[in-house]
Each structure stands twice: as C-alpha cells, then as structure tokens.
C-alpha cells in the first residue's frame, strides 16, 4: 500500500488540528490500508496507524495492511479503538461525517470522554485523483464491461425477459475476472426505456424495441459503468434520429472534458444542444459522476456540480440520455479519464445503433 495515502490524511489531521481520526467507511478502509474486511476500524494519528479487527480477520489483515499496526479486539470493536486512541495521547480525534452511525458516534462519544470528538471530516476526497495503480484497475474492469457487451449482442433475441439479459452480462464479466456487479444491472426495454435506473424485470423483449442496458464490473474493488442502447430488430425513423440526437450529446460531452474545465461547463454544453432540438426537457439528471471504490464519486458533471478545475487523473462518466414517457428511451455512457492532454475514453464499446436482426 501506498505511504502517500497514509501522508495525505495526516496532512488533512494536521489543517484540521485534529491529533486522530477513526476511519470506519468499507471503502476509505480499502483505500488507506489495503485491507478489504468488514468489522473493522482504521486509528490514525500522526506517527501511529492502526487497524483494530477481530480473530477472522487478523491473518487477512497482516498480509493486506503491512503499513499497519493490526490491534485485535475481544470485548468489542469500539472499546478497543477508543483504547487505541487513549494509548496514544490524542485531545482531539475527528470521524467520518457521512459514514459513522449514530449510535456508533454516541457510544465513541461515551467511550472518549475527556477527548474532543465532535469534527466531522470528509475523507472521499481524498480519493478523487487516482494513482496509476487505481487507474490499471479500473481500466482492467472497463474491458470487463466492453468484453460482456461484445457476448450480450450476439445473444440477446426477441422474446428473451430483461432479467435474462442481466444475468447473461453478469455471469460473463464474473467468468472474465469482475468481484460482482458495479451495481443493480439496469436492463429496460421498450417503453421501461423511459425509466432511467429501469432495472431488469420479467417484462419479454419485443422486436423492434429499444433496449438499454446500464451496467459495470467490479475489479479489486474499482468499478467500471457503461450503457449502451441497442434495437432488438429494425429501427423505425424517430428511434433512429433519438439516437443519433443522444449519440452527437455524447460525443459533445467526452470532447469537452479537459483537464481545468468546470463539471457545470461540460454539462452545460450538452444540457443546452438537447434543449436546442427540442429534448432538453426529458434530460433530467447530472452528465456524469466520478467512479473508483464506489459507483459514484466526485467530481460530477451537472448543474450543480461543485467542481470549478477537472484535476488530471480523474474520471468522469459521460452518460446523457433522452426519456420519452409512453415511448421509451435512448442512453450512451462511456468512462473517461481526464489526462494532461484531454479526456481519454476508456470504455470501446461501438456506439453507432446497433440492429440487432
């Protein structure tokens, strides 16, 4: 595991004048240690790093966590990691905001009487620039995702249940190396294409339907996320022209990510071609989110993204889409990586309209 990861949380201990914090999300627990248990905490502090678990996990956690003191707990995991930080002379020890449940912050809060325990840090983002290790990651579950999508066109027919399909390009990513789904496969066919997080029911596939698949692979804990829109049959003329429509929005998107340009910049511009030609109304949700540990991360691409400068080394999806209640619906999403000399799309999937006759 990588020292610097260890020296960026220190260096935020330090800004926040903090002499600990206790890690306890699943994903921040991966990141900073390697080690990928449950039933675990991370103590940090300026010169110690412990991981306090249980007996099932102390071997696991040796071999996966070697810059950490592995601390094993017998009485219960939050009485040992208070004693942890007691043991280390801390005044002042933060917690993760969004992750760490009530009833886990009052116990600690009883538990470390005496010691501050009232600052609430966001560690996520931290991980929002990659490093070329997380990068070969998610490029190994990107071609995961493109490999399942080259089996699913050649197997999916008319008649076949949306389910069928998800469970086609689920088992083909577990048999090429994927840990699980990146999330619920999304398989919505005909008119359920209006649903855009549809996910796949009993419902048969009609020929001549649209059918929109939105799925991802999960490679040592980095995800990949694509959709594709397929016409099971032949393509009628506003099927065709809705997909192009989507299809140049798409294109328009992964030209604009650039390293320094705003999320609202690169959603703006496509927000607004899809309202010039008249379907700016049936684009309701953001351009596109960053991925890694989690399906979606920071930096988002969207209205009211947060995000004024693209870093180098981060990843956006691209995934505009057009949602026609009655009718159905279009998406194209691709997984792109911001480098110094522009957006590079990781996913290779084709994204002309396939027919599939």
């Not at 619920?184 to 596939?205: C, D, W």
């Not at 309701?284 to 209205?303: D, T």
């Amino acid at each position: 595991m990588n020292g610097d990861r260890l020296r960026r949380i220190r260096t935020l201990l330090a800004e926040k004048k903090l002499d600990g914090v206790v890690v306890n999300k699943l994903e921040n627990l991966h990141y900073f240690s390697g080690f990928t248990g449950d039933d675990t905490l991370l103590v940090i502090t300026a010169d110690k790093a412990q991981l306090v678990t249980d007996f099932r996990y102390m071997e696991q956690a040796g071999q996966q966590a070697p810059l950490f003191e592995i601390v094993e707990q017998k009485d219960g995991l939050l009485k040992k990691a208070a004693e942890c930080i007691r043991a280390a002379g801390c005044q002042a020890v933060g917690f993760e905001g969004n992750a760490l449940i009530y009833d886990d912050f009052s116990r600690l809060t009883e538990l470390l009487a005496g010691i501050s325990f009232q600052t609430a840090l966001s560690l996520d983002a931290l991980r929002q620039i990659k490093d070329e290790e997380e990068i070969a990651c998610i490029r190994k579950a990107v071609e995961i995702s493109d490999k399942a999508f080259e089996d699913i066109v050649k197997f999916i027919r008319p008649g076949m249940t949306e389910i069928t399909v998800a469970a086609r390009l689920e088992s083909v990513m577990r048999e090429l190396g994927s840990e699980r789904p990146a999330f619920t496969t999304i398989v919505a066919s005909g008119v359920r294409g209006s649903l855009p997080h549809g996910t796949a029911t009993e419902k048969l596939i009609v020929s001549g339907e649209f059918v929109t698949m939105d799925y991802g692979a999960v490679y040592k804990g980095y995800h990949s996320d694509i959709t594709r829109t397929v016409c099971v049959g032949a393509a009628d003329e506003k099927q065709k022209k809705i997909y192009n429509m989507v299809l140049k929005a798409q294109l328009m998107g992964v030209e604009r990510v650039q390293p320094g340009v705003s999320g609202q910049s690169v959603d703006k511009a496509v927000r607004d071609y899809l309202a010039s030609e008249g379907f700016g109304a049936y684009f309701g949700h953001g351009l596109g989110h960053s991925l890694g540990l989690e399906i979606h991360e920071e930096p988002r691409l969207s209205p009211k993204s947060s995000c004024e400068h693209l870093p180098v080394n981060t990843l956006v999806t691209v995934e505009p889409g057009v949602y026609l209640p009655g009718w159905g619906g279009v998406r194209i999403e691709d997984t792109v990586l911001v480098t110094e000399k522009g957006g590079e799309p990781l996913t290779r999937s084709a994204k002309q309209l396939i027919e599939i006759i």
